[in-house]
């Protein structure tokens, strides 16, 4: 797992603009306007966004159009459930030994 990825969705408006490219591709004027950003401040977070992986940008006429790639969410899916199988684990590990010593306890 790309460690930039994280450091790119850790800023909250990148975040933002995540979560609106979600609905579709749009253009860095659309996202501005949506985030109440400058443009130039959306551009910077769109260049950062686009150097972790996150998007991509196409041109189409005289605009460029942002979308989110899913190839980096599909390695953070498959990295969480990763660690989703070893905290249930250790809660089930856990579990039995918590189970374990209350037998002993009922037993004295």
């Known amino acids: ?14 975040l933002r603009i995540v979560e609106l490219l979600r609905e579709g591709p749009l253009t860095v004027g659309d996202i501005a306007e949506r985030i109440g ?6 551009s910077k977070h769109l260049r950062v966004l686009s150097e972790a ?5 196409h041109a189409q006429a005289n605009k460029r159009f942002y979308r ?9 899916e498959v ?11 250790r809660f089930d590990r856990l579990d039995d030994y918590l189970k374990e010593l209350q037998s002993k306890e009922r037993n004295q």
């Open 53 to 57: 992986g996150l998007v991509e940008a």
């Open 37 to 42: 950003l400058r443009q130039p401040q959306a």
């Open 68 to 76: 989110l790639r899913p190839e980096p969410f599909q390695e953070m």
């Open 79 to 89: 990295w969480l459930e990763s660690c989703r199988r070893v905290w249930d684990e």
């Open 1 to 14: 797992m790309d460690i930039s990825i994280f450091a790119a969705l850790a800023e909250p408006n990148r």
